[in-house]
Nanobody, 115 residues
């Protein structure tokens, strides 16, 4: 059974940093393109970052390019999203997703950027 468990969110001041984690089970993160999405109330989910297999090439939304970094640890079967220079507009629920299992979503982790 495919499961994704996100963690690491919280309240942070503008300019601060957070690192989100996505622990996967039921498949290996190295076998699928993995992505982070975010969603605010009343809006569609927005693709934030992806890391492709097998070479680990990455893509980012223009709004986060240069501030966010996606990575994966195959030994821990976990995908990360390092978020630096956070802005209030980054406030959202953050979710990870595996391209191989597009309908499998975790509960997400809330990020709130506010002073």
């Amino acid at each position: 059974q495919v499961q994704l468990v996100e963690s690491g969110g919280g309240l942070v001041q503008p300019g601060g940093s957070l690192r989100l984690s996505c622990a996967a089970s039921g498949f290996t993160v190295s076998s699928s393109t993995m992505s982070w999405y975010r969603q605010t109330q009343g809006k569609e989910r927005e693709l934030v970052a992806s890391i492709r297999t097998p070479l680990g090439l990455t893509n980012y939304a223009d709004s986060v390019k240069g501030r966010f970094t996606i990575s994966r640890d195959n030994a821990k079967n976990t995908v990360y999203l390092q978020m630096n220079s956070l802005k209030p507009e980054d406030t959202a629920g953050y979710y990870c997703n595996a391209l191989r299992f597009k309908n499998a979503w975790g509960q997400g982790t809330q990020v709130t950027v506010s002073s």
